[in-house]
């Protein structure tokens, strides 16, 4: 079975600096997905930034970036120019890449970053 | 820009009373999920449905768990009889299909409370 684990249960961050969350996942399947989902106070889950398993390019998504490593299986969120607005709950999400099918999200046990002026 | 919806946004219930959480996922999607989240916890995988039949379910998804989709907008969450452990944030997502897009986006989630 697919397992994430997030070895950071909160981390804190200067406005405009830059943090980095961390996310390791254990998997057999050569095709898969990775997200990170923010969570905010009001508990509601938004994408911040996907990655697929083929592509060797790291995905970026304005100040959100991450550094994937495939045979590490690493995941990490790189958040630039920390904003008050990325205060939340993060987490780390594994998808089966088996295209056409329901396959479901494994989720991390996240980590709540905070943001101080 | 399109979204899944979820009603009621908060339920308190009596154990032992049945709860029906609804969902419209968005438009031209084809699979949905439910997934659960107990306060504090992390983010656990109910089932997914795809063409009118459950995909997956998890263990936590048992006889007192029912999906079904019964019309062409809405896809519900019923449990038959709540325990106090149903307690827990529900959240509804839903996926395109065949298109190799495998993002799930989430509704805002139901809060159910049992008393």
């Known amino acids: 079975a697919q397992t994430v684990t997030q070895s950071q249960p909160e981390m804190s961050v200067q406005e405009a600096e830059t943090v980095t969350l961390s996310c390791t996942y254990d998997?057999?399947?050569?095709?898969?997905?990775l997200f990170w989902y923010k969570q905010p106070p009001s508990r509601q889950m938004i994408l911040v930034i996907r990655q697929e398993a083929y592509k060797q390019q790291n995905a970026t998504e304005n100040r959100f970036s991450v550094n994937f490593q495939k045979a590490a299986k690493s995941f990490s969120l790189k958040i630039s120019d920390s904003q008050l607005g990325d205060a939340a709950m993060y987490f780390c999400?594994?998808?089966?890449?088996?295209?056409?099918?329901?396959?479901?999200?494994?989720f991390g046990t996240g980590t709540r970053l905070q943001v101080t002026l | 820009e399109p979204e899944v919806t979820q009603t009621p946004s908060h339920q308190v219930t009596q154990m032992g009373q049945e709860v029906i959480l609804r969902c419209v996922p968005i438009s031209n999607h084809l699979y949905f999920y439910w997934y659960r989240q107990i306060l504090g916890q992390k983010v656990e995988f109910l089932v997914s449905f795809y063409n009118n039949e459950i995909s997956e379910k998890s263990e936590i998804f048992d006889d007192q768990f029912s999906v079904e989709r019964p019309d062409g907008s809405n896809f519900t969450l019923k449990i038959r009889s709540t325990k106090l452990e149903d307690s827990a944030m529900y959240f509804c997502?839903?996926?395109?299909?065949?298109?190799?897009?495998?993002?799930?986006?989430f509704g805002p989630g139901t809060r159910l409370l049992v008393l």
């Open positions: 998997t057999s399947e050569s095709d898969y997905y």
């Open positions: 997502a839903s996926s395109e299909a065949m298109t190799g897009e495998e993002t799930q986006y």
């Open positions: 999400a594994y998808k089966r890449g088996l295209t056409g099918t329901a396959s479901k999200l494994t």
